[in-house]
């Protein structure tokens, strides 16, 4: 079946501007996942999604950050008035009821701050 | 808290010789551990994961690893690389049981030269 899919693959935006980062989890898949990979910080978790809820949003870096999810499909993270420092790949795992603790991921948004 | 750490930022092997990745975990619960690999532009790949069973994991392509609680040890091994598993291989330790975000460690570039 269908993996974890993520648009655009790259984006480019001038600071100041908003974007949106889209994630289609794997049908069927429950949890949702966040994580962010930069250079100098690695990957950190930004947010989880079980169902249209977030019971844990603790790795958003700032209020310029949030995401939503529609049931448990689609999920999309925006990022207002973007800084050069939000430049990394931006990554969404899912998981399943079944094997809840292994995470798919998708490959990625590459997101470039000018 | 949980912690991982990855001795070694860069590996490099010879075609046909031993792979050994380190990995340290901290964990203050029972941890879930896991292996994810990474190739050039493309998302994360489970590799193989620990989840309190037997200690000796085995994975895909050869891989495997031993959770050693003594040692708050997960290395991944394979016992002859081959140019192919020249990627960036990242731990990962999460709470056991559940949904949970993934920790990871900073991360190994492996390179096999022939």
């Known amino acids: 079946g269908a993996g974890v899919s993520q648009s655009p693959s790259n984006k480019v935006t001038e600071k100041g501007k908003d974007v949106e980062l889209r994630c289609d989890p794997i049908?069927?898949?429950?949890?949702l996942y966040w994580y962010r990979q930069s250079l100098g910080q690695g990957l950190e978790f930004l947010i989880y999604?079980?169902?249209?809820?977030?019971?844990?949003k603790s790795g958003l870096p700032s209020d310029r950050f949030s995401a939503e999810r529609t049931g448990e499909s689609v999920s999309t993270l925006t990022i207002q008035r973007t800084q050069q420092e939000d430049s990394a790949v931006y990554l969404c795992?899912?998981?399943?009821?079944?094997?809840?603790?292994?995470?798919?991921f998708g490959p990625g948004t590459r997101l470039t701050v000018l | 808290a949980q912690s991982v750490t990855q001795l070694g930022s860069h590996v490099s092997v010879s075609e046909g010789a031993l792979v050994l990745l380190r990995c340290n975990y901290s964990?203050?619960?029972?941890?879930?551990l896991f292996w994810y690999v990474q190739y050039p532009n493309q998302g994360l790949q489970l590799l193989l994961k620990?989840?309190?069973?037997?200690?000796l994991v085995k994975g895909i392509n050869g891989f495997e690893a031993e959770f050693k609680k003594s040692e708050t040890s997960f290395h991944l091994t394979k016992p002859s690389a081959h140019m192919s598993d020249a990627a960036e291989y990242f731990c990962?330790?999460?709470?056991?049981?559940?949904?949970?975000?993934?920790?990871f460690g900073a991360g190994t570039r492996l390179a096999v030269h022939p």
């Open positions: 990962a330790v999460s709470v056991s049981g559940g949904y949970n975000k993934l920790i």
């Open positions: 620990y989840t309190s069973a037997a200690t």
């Open positions: 795992a899912s998981s399943s009821r079944q094997a809840r603790d292994t995470q798919y």
């Open positions: 999604f079980q169902g249209n809820s977030a019971p844990d």
């Open positions: 049908s069927g898949h429950t949890a």
């Open positions: 964990s203050s619960v029972p941890p879930y």
